[in-house]
Each structure stands twice: as structure tokens, then as C-alpha cells.
């Protein structure tokens, strides 16, 4: 029972450098959510999605963008990474009321 | 606009000792409200959660939850702390409005340390 899994775990970028992170979900849930993770700070919403090609800003989006081609992938770019982008990222797939599952996390660092 | 207020960064308790974290949000009517806690180097596990009835919830590894309408409270408790619950806490709050997107407002966390 796999659930949210992300990849990969740990990445360092140079600044300027683009990535990709991956986010998949077996749970056939429609909404996918991305947020970042800074010390002291909570979690803050990066992008939203509630289905296959349908995506949203959510308080954070600058520098980052998404796509929905799937039910299942919801993968989140960095075209040009800047140090402000280190933190944690979190995707997360919702249920029913707002019951949120989320992956282990991609530790970014940029430097 | 939502908010969640979690006024204790960290706090340290000894192994047996009752715990209270406080957790106030700001929402204009009766939310979803959650708690998860995160693990160094680990995801969020969802801990418990209120929409709606029973005012005391309870949830996973014997925690237990009470929302209070007139405080705008969910405060987390638990009656006796064992070693591995040492961890981070994040209380949060979800729009119970069917047309929404759905997400979560978090608050800003608090560290939990237990002594032995």
C-alpha cells in the first residue's frame, strides 16, 4: 500500500539549475497539493490541482510551476533555482473532508 | 482570512508527564480541524481530526483532542508522554466549504522533546 511517494529524497542544486519533483499517489484521489516546509514556519501551499489537467496557485507559486496529465502524477518544476528555494517539499493527496495523505518529502538545498 | 496559531515553539516534558499542546484558529464558521505530527526526516501522519459532534476526539497512540467553539481551541493532549512521542506537532485547519480547493492552513509547529 504505497500511498504518496515522492522522489527523490535529497537533491542539491546549483543556483540557475531546473528540476523536477516527482509526486505519484495510488489512491485514486482527484486533489494533490504542494506545499513547502521552512524551519519555524509551517507548511505553506505551493500549487493545487483537483484533477487530471486542472491546476491552481496557492500562496507560494512564484518560481515554481505544475501539471496534472494523470490522476496519479502531479510533479512540481523548478525552472531556475534560487537559494530562497531550499526547504522541504511535501506533496499530499486529499480525501474525503479535507483528510490529507502526505509523502515522505524532498529535501532541496540550493546553493 | 483562516489562520492557526500555535504559541509554544518547544517544549520539553519527562517520560510519564501529561502534555497539552495549544492550538487557536481563526475561521468563520465551524472547521475541519486537524492534528499531525512529523517524525525527524518524515512525513506528516495525521494524528486526529474534528468535523463535526463529539467535542473530544481521539485519535492514534493515545492522543485525544478537544475543540471549544467559544476559544477558538483544539488543544492536543495526552495523559502519560512515552520517549517516542518526541517529535514535531502541526496543528491545522481545512474550509469546509464544499466548492473549495480543499487545503490545509498549518500552523507553525511545535517541537516536542521528552526527557527521561
Known amino acids: 500500500n504505497a500511498g504518496v511517494t515522492q522522489t527523490p529524497k535529497f537533491r542539491i542544486l546549483k543556483i540557475g539549475q531546473s528540476m523536477t519533483l516527482q509526486c505519484t499517489q495510488d489512491m485514486n484521489h482527484n486533489y494533490m497539493y504542494w506545499y513547502r516546509q521552512d524551519p519555524g514556519m509551517g507548511l505553506k501551499l505551493i500549487y493545487y490541482?483537483?484533477?487530471?489537467?486542472?491546476?491552481d496557485k496557492g500562496e507560494v507559486p512564484n518560481g515554481y510551476n505544475v501539471s496534472r496529465s494523470t490522476t496519479e502524477d502531479f510533479p512540481l518544476r523548478l525552472e531556475l533555482a534560487a537559494p530562497s528555494q531550499t526547504s522541504v517539499y511535501f506533496c499530499a493527496s486529499r480525501l474525503a473532508k479535507n483528510i490529507q495523505y502526505f509523502g515522505a518529502g524532498t529535501r532541496l538545498s540550493v546553493l | 482570512a483562516q489562520s492557526v496559531t500555535q504559541p509554544d515553539i518547544h517544549i520539553t516534558v519527562s517520560e510519564g508527564a501529561s502534555l497539552e499542546l495549544r492550538c487557536n484558529y481563526s475561521y468563520g464558521a465551524t472547521p475541519y480541524l486537524f492534528w499531525y505530527v512529523q517524525s525527524p526526516g518524515q512525513g506528516l501522519q495525521l494524528l486526529l481530526k474534528y468535523f463535526s459532534g463529539d467535542t473530544l476526539v481521539q485519535g492514534i497512540k493515545g492522543f485525544e483532542a478537544e475543540f471549544k467553539r467559544s476559544q477558538s481551541s483544539f488543544n492536543l493532549r495526552k495523559p502519560s508522554v512515552h520517549w517516542s512521542d518526541a517529535a514535531e506537532y502541526f496543528c491545522?485547519?481545512?474550509?469546509?466549504?464544499?466548492?473549495?480547493?480543499?487545503?490545509?492552513?498549518f500552523g507553525k509547529g511545535t517541537k516536542l522533546s521528552v526527557k527521561p
Open positions: 490541482s483537483v484533477g487530471a489537467g486542472i491546476t
Open positions: 491545522a485547519v481545512g474550509s469546509n466549504y464544499g466548492g473549495s480547493q480543499g487545503n490545509l492552513i
